[in-house]
């Protein structure tokens, strides 16, 4: 079962401006997680944000938690064309499983 | 380097074979997990394995084995009682279950014909 859904479903953006996408979920969580899919590749893990935590940063990532609403947004500044990718956000609910939602693609044109 | 290792990366079945997706991971993680991705679904998650010799479904079992006799390694096992085998399999690991971030393999394509 899904618990992470993504919004919006596909993004295309100008080089050098900021990419935004937003993670609603359902139940209470433990942690949230965002991956990058690049095309035909495995995930590559981004950053982890807590249920304790609101926001965090990893270099041109900005992630936000709001448990009241049950949603999280990624920020991603300043875009290059290697940003283009697929986003996931995945939840952990406390039963040791990952839940990913159907993602977000991320077009960077140059 | 460590990291997991999946292969074939493209697998053809005909109908009715059972084939054997690899995961091999070098990492010394405990916890090692079976993913199918399908177009615009995202992942799911077929079975996980928080220690060598057991392992649990998880919500697309059906139609899949695993096994984890090695903690380095956890074989998936696409078996004829799968309807629509036909997907991107995602392995993964992580040091202890669910308390971090997951490492990915490159993923293996089948497809059947």
Known sequence: SQQGEEDPQAL?????????MNCSYKTSINNLQWYRQNSGRGLVHLILIRSNEREKHSGRLRVTLDTSKKSSS??????????????FCATERGDYKLSFGAGTTVTVRA | DGGITQSPKYL?????QNVTLSCEQNLNHDAMYWYRQDPGQGLRLIYYSQIVNDFQKGD????????????????????????NPTAFYL?????????????FGEGSRLTVL
Request: hydrophobic share 35%; aromatic share 8%.
């Open chain 2, 12 to 16: 053809f079945r005909k109908e009715g």
């Open chain 2, 60 to 83: 697309i079992a059906e139609g899949y084995s695993v096994s984890r006799e090695k903690k380095e390694s956890f074989p998936l096992t696409v078996t004829s009682a799968q309807k």
């Open chain 1, 74 to 87: 990624l920020l991603i500044t300043a875009s290059r064309a290697a940003d283009t990718a697929s986003y």
């Open chain 2, 91 to 103: 392995c993964a690991s992580t040091a202890a279950a669910m308390t971090g971030e997951l490492f």
């Open chain 1, 12 to 20: 295309s953006i100008q080089e050098g401006e900021n990419a935004t």
